[in-house]
């Protein structure tokens, strides 16, 4: 079954210091993958997403993530953190060859920006 | 514009009763999704609309669960005989159609979510 992977459940930072949140997926196939976020009190909102093309995307916010299909990889980046990134992140996929619309979900990263 | 709406945005049943949840979608959308999100978890996936066809129930945990759309737009999602473990945040989502032929899908817009809560 396709998964995706967050290695990193809880990540502290200062603001200013430079970010990258991992995310892995199983499927070998074709794949879209997402970035979504969520504030405090918030509901789910995208950052970005990759359905193909360039394989570095950028995002709201200052976000940006690369694909590396040999590594089966999205890693979320981002150079300078602000306090008001404090929110929880997620990794998503969904396979475009019969796979349906629906999204697989990794277990989330929670960022803690500190002042 | 208006998003996806949930209601309620707080349930409590007591083990054994029956609920609904609610979802309006984003008017135009075509695709709807339903979603479980447990504590500390991922949100996973329930159930998938296309218009009114329910395309994808494989997420379903029981028989106990069943979403419908009979009209395309509005949706409810029903858990009978509610388990403690069915205690989670149910989440909606609704997609455009696709901008590009090239593309099969497009983002989700996520509403806020409904809590259950089953004692």
């Known amino acids: 079954a396709q998964s995706v992977s967050q290695h990193n459940h809880h990540v502290i930072l200062s603001e200013a210091a430079s970010l990258e949140l991992g995310c892995n997926y199983s499927?070998?196939?074709?794949?879209?993958l997402f970035w979504y976020v969520q504030y405090p009190g918030q509901h789910l909102q995208l950052l970005l997403k990759y359905f193909s093309g360039d394989p570095l995307v950028k995002g709201i916010k200052g976000f940006e993530a690369e694909f590396i299909k040999s590594k089966f990889s999205f890693n979320l980046r981002k150079p300078s953190v602000q306090w008001s990134d404090t929110a929880e992140y997620f990794c998503?996929?969904?396979?475009?060859?019969?796979?349906?619309?629906?999204?697989?979900f990794g277990t989330g990263t929670q960022l803690k920006v500190e002042l | 514009g208006a998003g996806v709406s949930q209601s309620p945005r707080y349930k409590v049943a007591k083990r054994g009763q029956d609920v609904a949840l609610r979802c309006d979608p984003i008017s135009g959308h075509v695709s709807l999704f339903w979603y479980q999100q447990a504590l500390g978890q991922g949100p996973e996936f329930l159930t998938y609309?296309?218009?009114?066809?329910?395309?994808?129930k494989s997420g379903l945990p029981s028989d106990r669960f069943f979403a419908e759309r009979p009209e395309g737009s509005v949706s409810t999602l029903k858990i009978q005989r509610t388990q403690q473990e069915d205690s989670a945040v149910y989440l909606c989502?609704?997609?455009?159609?696709?901008?590009?032929?090239?593309?099969?899908?497009?983002?989700?817009?996520f509403g806020p979510g409904t809590r259950l809560t089953v004692t």
């Open positions: 499927y070998g196939g074709t794949v879209n």
């Open positions: 609309f296309q218009n009114e066809a329910q395309l994808d």
């Open positions: 998503a996929v969904n396979r475009d060859e019969g796979g349906g619309n629906k999204l697989t």
């Open positions: 989502a609704s997609s455009p159609p696709s901008r590009e032929l090239a593309l099969p899908v497009d983002e989700q817009y």
